[in-house]
């Protein structure tokens, strides 16, 4: 150094040293503390162009790169970090942070002025005191970082836990992909499941775009990268538009990503994939660990959210149980007992208008009687259960007979019953069959009841109709056996 405060130039140079010592001290965030040190090496040596490659701590790779406005944001890839190189055309010094190498700093393109022959020992000599004082500014700025980066993974995975068990909107799974996109500041988040062929498919997707684009995409069996995840185990690619393992048609827009497994209980839920876009900066060690960490929490919180919601289910089925035995034992009952007194009362009864209109009244408790058993059956079927067919509400009708009378009833169908029928027809045959049901419900010593269907039962005109059977083998009153119930009408 003794050279330098002789040189003219070196007072300059000692006060431009300083400057940058507290310039590149002075901050806590590490992007500005990098760029102020590369910016403070190019006015301390006089050099056009300055960059500086920052390492991996965990596997030493190249993750970032911070260079000054003019200049492209890359080293060589062949180039040894760790060694010093001194051209009149190129200075690059190590920087170690705590006895680890964090990167390395390099400068090009320093013209011909007071110090002619580009860089100079003296230039070499500043960039290295430069780069010790560095090192300790930089180790604090990457442990505030870190901490910072912990803390955000951290409140997001209570964010998702939390999201999921208090059952805001939303999808569960795309809930976890949002927000695991945002952390990861990844291009796209997205949820795998496995596929019943024995692959993997996106089934929730969150991105800046169209999600639609993503979701639907699958993993093929007997692609490379299909067994690790099915297995639970974590991948991590560079470069997904030229890793051999992919073989999706989307993985050409994206470069890093991290594929993580939903694992809680010994249980895969799925693979949460965050893929950055094409030339992004790799993911770090750093990264894997706590995007892993990220991804368990998630899964244990899936986990939580489904038991949580399947006791909710269970506790409104329960309800409804009790609703429907309250109908079933009390309702029901009564009614039966009110048409039991109408119909002895219109037995006893010489009046015609007063028989006809208890006969009317038995009637009306009759079909009421058949439509609370009904609510009732309903009420002891899930919500997701409701039948959407017409074939389906044919079954549930007969299930719901089923119920009280116990046993099944049989029940057949001919014809394009679901296309055939309109739906006015469809809602007077349901009306016409719960009416044929409860009669027979109703009679001493049954044991059988046969229900048919046909849509192809002309009428007599020879219009296209459909036709409903009801025929069981109870007995009326008086020991006559019980005549089958038919309603024939036009399609």
Same mark, same amino acid.
């Given at each position: 150094?003794?050279?330098?405060?002789?040189?003219?130039?070196?007072?300059?140079?000692?006060?431009? &040293?300083?400057?940058?010592?507290?310039?590149?001290?002075?901050?806590?965030?590490? @992007?500005?503390?990098?760029?102020?040190?590369?910016?403070?090496?190019?006015?301390?040596?006089?050099?056009?162009?300055?960059?500086?490659?920052?390492?991996?701590? %965990?596997?030493?790779?190249?993750?970032?790169?911070?260079?000054?406005?003019?200049?492209?944001? +890359?080293?060589?890839?062949?180039?040894?970090?760790?060694?010093?190189?001194?051209?009149?055309?190129?200075? +690059?010094?190590?920087?170690?942070? #705590?006895?680890?190498?964090?990167?390395?700093?390099?400068?090009?393109?320093?013209?011909?002025?007071?110090?002619?022959?580009?860089?100079?020992?003296?230039?070499?000599?500043?960039?290295?005191?430069?780069?010790?004082?560095?090192?300790?500014?930089?180790?604090? /700025? @990457?442990?505030?970082?870190?901490?910072?980066?912990?803390?955000?993974?951290?409140?997001?995975?209570?964010?998702?836990?939390?999201?999921?068990?208090? %059952?805001?909107?939303?999808?569960?799974?795309?809930?976890?992909?949002? #927000?695991?996109?945002?952390?990861?500041? /990844?291009?796209?988040?997205?949820?795998? !499941?496995?596929?019943?062929?024995?692959?993997?498919?996106?089934?929730?997707?969150?991105?800046?775009?169209?999600?639609?684009?993503?979701?639907?995409?699958?993993?093929?069996?007997?692609?490379?990268?299909?067994? !690790?995840?099915?297995?639970?185990?974590? *991948?991590?690619?560079?470069?997904?538009?030229?890793?051999?393992?992919?073989?999706?048609?989307? @993985?050409?827009?994206?470069?890093?990503?991290?594929?993580?497994?939903?694992?809680?209980?010994?249980? &895969?839920? %799925?693979?949460?994939?965050?893929?950055?876009?094409?030339?992004?900066?790799?993911?770090?060690?750093?990264?894997?660990?706590?995007?892993?960490?990220?991804?368990?929490?998630? +899964?244990?919180?899936?986990?939580?959210?489904?038991? !949580?919601?399947?006791?909710?289910?269970?506790?409104?089925?329960?309800?409804?149980?009790?609703?429907?035995?309250?109908?079933?034992?009390?309702?029901?009952?009564?009614?039966?007992?009110?048409?039991?007194?109408?119909?002895?009362?219109?037995?006893?009864?010489?009046?015609?208008?007063?028989?006809?209109?208890?006969?009317?009244? *038995?009637?009306?408790?009759?079909?009421?009687?058949?439509?609370?058993?009904?609510?009732?059956?309903?009420? !002891?079927?899930?919500?997701?259960?409701?039948?959407?067919?017409?074939?389906?509400?044919?079954?549930?009708?007969?299930?719901?007979?089923?119920?009280?009378?116990?046993?099944?009833?049989? *029940?057949?169908?001919?014809?394009? *019953?679901?296309? +055939?029928?309109?739906?006015?027809?469809?809602?007077? &045959?349901?009306?016409?069959?719960?009416?044929?049901?409860?009669?027979?419900?109703?009679?001493?010593?049954?044991?059988?009841?046969?229900?048919?269907?046909?849509?192809? /039962?002309?009428?007599?005109?020879?219009?296209?109709?459909?036709?409903?059977?009801?025929?069981?083998?109870?007995?009326?009153?008086?020991?006559?056996?019980?005549?089958?119930?038919?309603?024939?009408?036009?399609?």
């Amino acid at each position: 150094m003794a050279e330098a405060v002789r040189d003219p130039g070196a007072p300059f140079g000692l006060s431009v &040293l300083l400057e940058a010592a507290l310039n590149v001290g002075s901050e806590l965030e590490l @992007r500005p503390t990098l760029q102020h040190l590369v910016d403070s090496a190019v006015a301390l040596t006089g050099a056009r162009h300055g960059v500086l490659g920052v390492l991996d701590p %965990g596997h030493g790779g190249l993750v970032e790169a911070v260079a000054t406005e003019d200049t492209h944001p +890359a080293l060589p890839p062949d180039e040894d970090p760790g060694k010093v190189l001194h051209t009149p055309d190129l200075l +690059a010094v190590p920087i170690h942070v #705590r006895r680890t190498l964090f990167g390395r700093l390099r400068l090009t393109g320093k013209p011909p002025g007071e110090r002619p022959g580009g860089f100079t020992d003296d230039d070499l000599d500043l960039v290295r005191i430069l780069a010790t004082q560095a090192g300790i500014a930089l180790g604090n /700025a @990457r442990l505030y970082e870190t901490t910072r980066q912990r803390e955000r993974w951290i409140e997001g995975a209570a964010a998702v836990t939390t999201a999921l068990l208090t %059952g805001r909107p939303g999808s569960a799974l795309t809930t976890v992909a949002e #927000r695991a996109r945002l952390l990861a500041d /990844a291009a796209a988040g997205v949820v795998l !499941q496995p596929t019943e062929a024995g692959g993997m498919e996106i089934v929730a997707a969150a991105t800046t775009d169209d999600p639609g684009t993503l979701i639907g995409t699958r993993i093929l069996p007997g692609s490379p990268v299909l067994a !690790q995840l099915l297995t639970g185990e974590p *991948v991590f690619i560079e470069d997904s538009a030229t890793d051999p393992r992919m073989t999706t048609e989307v @993985r050409s827009r994206f470069g890093p990503s991290m594929m993580l497994p939903l694992q809680a209980d010994g249980r &895969l839920i %799925g693979t949460l994939a965050l893929p950055r876009g094409r030339g992004s900066r790799p993911y770090t060690s750093l990264d894997h660990l706590l995007a892993t960490q990220f991804a368990t929490q998630a +899964a244990l919180a899936l986990v939580l959210a489904e038991a !949580q919601a399947g006791r909710e289910r269970l506790a409104v089925f329960e309800d409804r149980d009790r609703i429907a035995r309250d109908l079933h034992d009390l309702v029901v009952q009564r009614l039966f007992a009110t048409g039991m007194m109408l119909e002895s009362t219109r037995r006893r009864t010489d009046e015609t208008d007063v028989r006809e209109t208890l006969a009317g009244a *038995v009637d009306e408790l009759e079909s009421t009687i058949q439509e609370v058993r009904t609510t009732i059956f309903a009420l !002891q079927q899930p919500p997701a259960d409701a039948p959407t067919t017409f074939r389906g509400k044919v079954l549930r009708e007969t299930a719901g007979a089923a119920a009280l009378l116990g046993f099944t009833p049989s *029940v057949h169908f001919t014809g394009p *019953v679901e296309t +055939a029928l309109g739906d006015p027809v469809k809602t007077r &045959l349901l009306a016409h069959l719960r009416k044929a049901l409860a009669t027979a419900s109703r009679r001493p010593a049954i044991s059988r009841i046969d229900i048919t269907i046909d849509a192809r /039962a002309p009428l007599p005109d020879g219009r296209p109709g459909v036709r409903l059977t009801v025929t069981d083998d109870g007995t009326r009153q008086g020991g006559e056996a019980a005549a089958p119930t038919m309603w024939h009408t036009p399609l």
